[in-house]
């Protein structure tokens, strides 16, 4: 499966984006699907994973309350709704699709789209 992101930018401090995770290549609805974020200097880590019916989602605790992960297998598109955003939400995220493993764990992911930047300014 091939996944673009997309919806990065430049916002303020209690700021809001929408990431999106456009999917092609296999069937979309097979997958688990998560997000991640990798910040300058620091190891790529956990945002928040969906599984393949939308029902059931986790989220790292420092996003938890202000990010929304979707999805809509009809358009083969995954979301991220954040808001209330910090500067330490500052880096690149990357959706990607699971294949086995722990849920948490970036390697358990296969497929990754190129990532998105996400900037929050204080």
């Known amino acids: 499966v091939q996944l673009q992101a997309s919806g990065g930018g430049l916002v303020q401090a209690g700021g809001s984006l929408r990431l999106s995770c456009a999917a092609s290549?296999?069937?979309?609805?097979?997958?688990?699907m998560g997000w991640f974020r990798q910040a300058p200097g620091k190891e790529r880590e956990f945002v928040a994973t969906?599984?393949?019916?939308?029902?059931?989602?986790d989220y790292t605790d420092s996003v938890k309350g202000r990010f929304t992960a979707s999805r809509d297998n009809a358009k083969n598109t995954m979301y991220l709704q954040m808001n209330s955003l910090k500067p330490e939400d500052t880096a690149v995220y990357y959706c990607?699709?699971?294949?086995?493993?722990?849920?948490?764990?970036?390697?358990?992911?296969?497929?990754w789209g190129q990532g998105t930047q996400v900037t929050v300014s204080s």
């Open positions: 969906i599984n393949w019916g939308g029902s059931i989602i």
């Open positions: 290549g296999r069937p979309f609805s097979n997958y688990r």
């Open positions: 990607a699709a699971y294949v086995s493993g722990n849920i948490y764990y970036s390697r358990s992911y296969t497929y």
